[in-house]
Every structure is written in structure tokens, then in C-alpha cells.
């Protein structure tokens, strides 16, 4: 029995508390990569009761994603944002959802993020990260971004931390674990990396 | 003396550009913040570091 959205809300506002919730509840965060970070970081923020979540990647589900992604088998070859929404939509029934199935790049970044209120950078390809970064710290000043780098492989959980470079600008991970130095991406290792970024975008919210 | 990444160096006078060219850096992979705001990539070759000036370089590694 699915529950209606006043039983919904009223359980968020219950844990929450009325003030913190109505800030989640109105916030809009966009999530740039759809993968390990990205998917764990919508989950985590759908159970929190964000209002919006604006889902961006222009790639499939792949078996090899299956590790550390929250996708489930019987959605490989499904594009990433349909498959994430339906996932969502099962946790949140309620959240608003827009997804854009696209790459983001210098010239489309402005109008897909002009909604947020926070962007999250989630993607995997370093010089990608750097590209949204500057991006939109350069055009979108007044926006805040959470931004992640370094969680490759099996080193201490206790490495990844969570690092407020500017006054709108946070950087999570150890900052150092290369995936080409490692052995790749585990998932309790990435899921940290996306919960801090998840935890940050809560605690942004809390001081608004 | 400029601080970079919490290091005093002696490259006040050079521009954002200059220093990165000098350092182990690659430019495709960095954020640059300069006493508090990012420098804007188009303007690392005219934004020239000086004394007292607080630099982080955030270089971006691969994984997500």
C-alpha cells in the first residue's frame, strides 16, 4: 500500500522536524552523472524528501555497472536516467523528477542546471569534473556545487572526507585515488563518497 | 610570497597560467581558487599572483 503524499510528508516532518523539512522539500538538486556517486547520492536525497531532482547522463546501464550503481539487472540497456526515475519513484513516489538524457557540455550547462539550487558533479572522467566545475562556478555563481574526487579502490574508508574549498564550492573524497592507480571503483568505497556529498547537500539546506 | 595548496612559493609576479606550466599540474584537470573565488579558466594567462595571495589548486583524479 503505497502511502499518500500528506502520510508522506507527515513522516518526513516527524524525523525532520517542520522548518529542515520544508527547506528539502523545496530544494532542487541536479545530479550530474548518473553513475556510483550520482545514483547513490539521488537515492539518499529521495529518502530525505528533496523536492526536485533534475538527473543528467547520457549513457546506459552496462552490466559492469551493476557492482556499484543502483540499477538492477533487468534494466541493463535502459538508459540511466529512465531507469534511476523508476527506481526513485518506487523509494519517493512523490518527488518531482526531470531528467535530461544528454552530455553536458560548455554550451548546454547553463540551461540545464538553471533550476538548481544545488549541483552535484558526479561524473568519473577527470578533465569532466574540472569542465563542470569551472563551468559553474563561472556562470552560476550564486549556485551551490558539491563536487567529488578520489575514491577509487580499497583504501581507508577513513580518507574520504568532505572539504569546503569556497563559500558555495565543497570537494568530497580523498582527493588522491586515482581510478587508473587503482583497482577501480568498489562500491562501499564510492557509496561513502556519494553519501558525503548527499550529507552535504542536507547540511547546506539545514543553513538556509 | 604566494600560498599555494598551504606552501609559501616565490611566484609572485607570474600569472595563474605561468605558475601552473611550471608545476606538475595538467590544466585540463584543475579548479583554481584565489582568496576566496575561482579563477575563471579564460583568465589564468592575465590573472597575475601576488604577494599574500592564498592559492588552492584542486586537481580532479578519475572515478565516479
Known amino acids: ?208 | 610570497m604566494v600560498k599555494i595548496n598551504g606552501e609559501f612559493l616565490d611566484v609572485a609576479g607570474k600569472t595563474v597560467a605561468g605558475y601552473l606550466s611550471t608545476s606538475a599540474y595538467d590544466a585540463k584537470r584543475v579548479a583554481v581558487e584565489r582568496n576566496g573565488y575561482i579563477v575563471p579558466k579564460a583568465k589564468y594567462s592575465t590573472t597575475v599572483l601576488c604577494d599574500d595571495d592564498s592559492v588552492e589548486v584542486i586537481s580532479f583524479v578519475g572515478g565516479g
Not at chain 1, 525532520?16 to 527547506?23: K, P, Y
Request: one cysteine or more; charged letters at 25%.
Open chain 1, 1 to 208: 500500500m503505497i502511502p499518500t503524499n500528506e502520510e508522506w510528508k507527515a513522516a518526513l516532518e516527524e524525523r525532520h522536524g517542520i522548518e529542515l523539512q520544508n527547506n528539502i522539500s523545496g530544494a532542487t538538486v541536479a545530479i550530474c552523472g548518473l553513475g556510483g556517486l550520482g545514483s547513490n547520492i539521488a537515492i539518499s536525497l529521495a529518502r530525505a524528501g528533496i523536492g526536485k531532482l533534475i538527473l543528467i547522463d547520457f549513457d546506459k546501464v552496462d552490466i559492469t555497472n551493476l557492482h556499484r550503481q543502483q540499477y538492477k539487472a533487468c534494466q541493463l540497456g535502459k538508459y540511466k536516467t529512465d531507469a534511476l526515475k523508476e527506481n526513485l519513484l518506487e523509494i519517493a513516489p512523490y518527488l518531482h523528477i526531470e531528467t535530461h538524457t544528454a552530455r553536458i557540455t560548455e554550451t548546454n550547462i547553463t540551461e540545464f542546471l538553471k533550476d538548481a539550487d544545488i549541483i552535484c558533479e558526479a561524473f568519473d572522467v577527470a578533465e569532466t569534473k574540472a569542465m563542470l566545475v569551472n563551468e559553474a562556478l563561472e556562470k552560476m555563481p550564486n549556485k551551490y556545487l558539491v563536487a567529488a574526487s578520489g575514491m577509487a579502490g580499497l583504501g581507508d574508508a577513513n580518507l574520504i572526507k568532505t572539504r569546503k574549498i569556497t563559500s558555495r564550492f565543497y570537494l568530497c573524497g580523498d582527493e588522491v585515488s586515482d581510478i587508473n592507480d587503482e583497482i577501480g571503483l568498489v562500491s562501499s568505497r564510492v557509496m561513502l563518497c556519494a553519501a558525503h556529498q548527499a550529507h552535504t547537500v542536507l547540511q547546506i539546506l539545514t543553513q538556509k
